[in-house]
């Protein structure tokens, strides 16, 4: 099969387009290298990649229309996956037009070249971060997403309503899927794990935001690429609604189009989360207690039934197995890589 995948030289599309890869398949990687992190690791990731013959990558933003056309005009992709974004809750606060770009206006510029080319699936990234507040856990996708705490799920969640009228016009199969803290190794150096390895080896304090009452529903990368590739292959269509007892089908009733989370169903507090890092790393950390920050959510934990009824995947690594496996390769990367 054929994929375009947006955002390869990130965290998470790196890991889906050397999975692919691995399987056989064609990748074109397009990828902005926006300097939000360390472009060392934005290259290397991209650099891994090109190792594979069948990997073509392509710099380029999202915002750039024309660019875009133009590789969908050499690269024909039977499923676009659509991962590339300005992330991050806390950096919405600070530059909130960085995220109209990207995830606006880029992932208008998506759904318009999806239409064009009539992609046979277009999957795009949101976030648990569209629940908000929501005091029902787990968060199903059935439940309201109308008032998102931070401009970045909002951005999310006006991506993932753009979609369904495209959907519903132009008869486009689209899954939208939620991921829910995702973390491992070639992670993101703004996300939590990263950030309190890093200080715990450099000796410097670690900040817990909300007192360290916030939890995470914690998902390791592997899982989620499971979880991805698996739902590759459940196109959307108003003709299969899944039936199961307990389960509803966020399935659209106006265009083939769903919402599926991708989480690891298992919640941890903030406070067990670090010391698990403790633990793993053999050194304890200084931590330094701060309230909750403006536009954070107070915990995350997804319901992973609907998931598990539409393609059998359930994530199913230990936070200290996954721990271990991100530092062992934070570890072996940090001198070359800068982090
Ligand atoms: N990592 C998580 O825990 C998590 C949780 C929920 C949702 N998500 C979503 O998953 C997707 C991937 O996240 P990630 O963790 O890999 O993030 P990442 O920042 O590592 O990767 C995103 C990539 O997109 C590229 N990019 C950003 N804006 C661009 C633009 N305008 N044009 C072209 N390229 C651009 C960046 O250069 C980067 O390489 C994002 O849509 C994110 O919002 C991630």
Redesign the pocket.
């Known amino acids: 099969m054929r994929y375009l995948i ?9 890991h889906l387009a050397r999975r692919l890869l691995e399987a056989g398949h064609e990748v074109t990687g ?5 300097p ?2 360390n472009l060392r690791l ?1 290259a290397a ?1 991209h650099a891994a990649l090109t190792q594979f013959p069948a990997f073509e990558p392509v710099i ?5 229309r024309a660019q875009l056309a133009r590789t969908l005009s050499r690269f024909t992709p039977d499923v676009i996956i ?7 809750v806390r950096f919405s606060l600070e530059n909130p037009k ?1 995220y109209v ?3 606006l206006i ?1 992932s208008w510029n998506i759904l318009e070249l999806a239409r064009e080319i009539s992609v046979g699936h277009l999957m ?6 569209v629940y908000g507040a929501n005091p029902e856990v787990p968060f199903r996708e059935s439940d309201g997403t109308d008032q998102p705490l931070s401009f ?1 799920a909002s951005t ?1 969640k006006s991506m993932e309503v753009m979609a369904h009228s495209y959907a519903h016009l132009h008869r486009l199969p689209i899954s939208a899927f ?6 491992g190794p070639w ?2 150096p ?2 939590a794990l990263f950030k309190f390895v890093k200080a715990i080896l450099e000796d410097r304090e670690i900040e817990i935001y909300g007192q360290g009452q916030m939890s995470r529903d914690f ?1 390791y990368i592997d899982d989620l690429i499971d979880g991805i590739v698996a739902l590759s292959a459940v196109v959307p269509s108003e003709q299969h609604r899944i039936e199961v007892a307990g389960i509803t089908d966020s399935l659209s009733r106006q265009a083939p189009y769903r919402v599926v989370n991708i989480g690891g169903g298992q919640p941890v507090a903030l406070l067990d989360f670090v010391d698990t890092v403790e633990k793993v790393l053999g050194k304890p950390a200084k931590r330094k207690l701060l309230p909750m920050q403006n536009g954070d959510v107070p915990r995350t934990y997804a319901s992973t039934d609907l998931l598990m009824a539409l393609t059998g995947a359930m994530p199913s690594t230990t936070l200290e197995d996954g721990v271990t496996t991100f530092i062992q390769w934070y570890l072996d990367h940090r001198g070359e890589l800068q982090l």
């Open positions: 947006t955002g390869t030289a990130g965290f998470i599309g790196f397009f990828d902005g290298m926006t939000y992190y934005k990731r380029g933003m999202l915002e750039d659509h991962l590339a974004a300005q992330a991050g960085a770009d990207s995830n880029g795009m990234a949101s976030t648990s971060s970045y999310k939620r991921f829910f803290t995702v973390y992670g993101r703004d996300m998902t």
